[in-house]
């Protein structure tokens, strides 16, 4: 069971926008620690997507954009495009674990 | 550019050990820390610990206490994540990654390729 929850799937037509959520708790999102989100292509290994809830790495396109607020944060991605099609996973940081804590990852399909 | 090298996939027999290297290039090896994650056939990512690259401490997740260990090699720019007593569920694919840090915040860039660890009798 993740600390972090996320939907198990999402899914939209290419062009289209779709949300994914991350949901927290008091000891890690909303004790104001930091929301990362990381795209892992079929095969892959994880790449960074996000950084400091809102950030885009260089080369990460401005399709993707973060936010956060209280206990939550959602990732949207704008003009999907079918290369979007991959596993999602938000991480963040937990002080009553002491652990790095990840979400149990959200997998997009385009239509 | 900056990157993380892993060893290759590795087949053990349920209760040995297997150690996984990933070497670094493109930063100064010792100024940041390493950290495992490892991510079982079709399942989520899993944190297991982490090793400050300078000064060698380390931090393991509660769940992989006492059966793993982190070690970092600083002459060759390399850390390695050993674990012990195997079972088929650390039937996985581990990964390092290295851990950016900034004032408030921190996050996982870049990730070592993955290694395939097999447990099967």
């Known amino acids: 069971q993740s600390v972090l929850t996320q939907p198990p799937s999402v899914s939209g037509a290419p062009g289209q926008r779709v949300t994914i959520s991350c949901t927290g708790n008091?000891?890690?999102?909303?004790?104001?620690?930091?929301v990362n989100w990381y795209q892992q292509l079929p095969g892959t290994a994880p790449k960074l997507l996000i950084y400091g809830n809102t950030n885009r790495p260089s080369g990460v396109p401005d399709r993707f954009s973060g936010s956060k607020s209280g206990t939550s944060a959602s990732l949207a991605i704008t003009g999907l495009q079918a290369e979007d099609e991959a596993d999602y996973y938000c991480q963040s940081y937990d002080s009553s674990l002491s652990d790095w804590v990840f979400g149990g990852g959200s997998k997009l399909t385009v239509l | 550019q900056v990157q993380l090298v892993q060893s290759g996939a590795e087949v053990r027999k349920p209760g040995a050990s297997v150690k996984v290297s990933c070497k670094a290039s493109g930063y100064t090896f010792t100024s940041y820390a390493i950290h495992w994650v490892r991510q079982a056939p079709g399942q989520r990512l899993e944190w297991m610990g982490w090793i400050n690259a300078g000064n060698g401490n380390t931090y393991y997740s509660e769940k992989f206490q006492g059966r793993v260990t982190i070690t970092r090699d600083t002459s060759a720019s390399t850390a390695y994540m050993e674990l012990t007593s195997l079972r088929s569920e650390d039937t996985a694919v581990y990964y390092c990654?290295?851990?950016?840090?900034?004032?408030?915040?921190?996050?996982?860039?870049?990730w070592g390729q993955g290694t395939l660890v097999t447990v099967s009798s």
């Open positions: 990654a290295r851990l950016v840090v900034f004032p408030m915040s921190n996050w996982f860039d870049p």
């Open positions: 008091s000891s890690n999102i909303g004790a104001h620690y930091d």
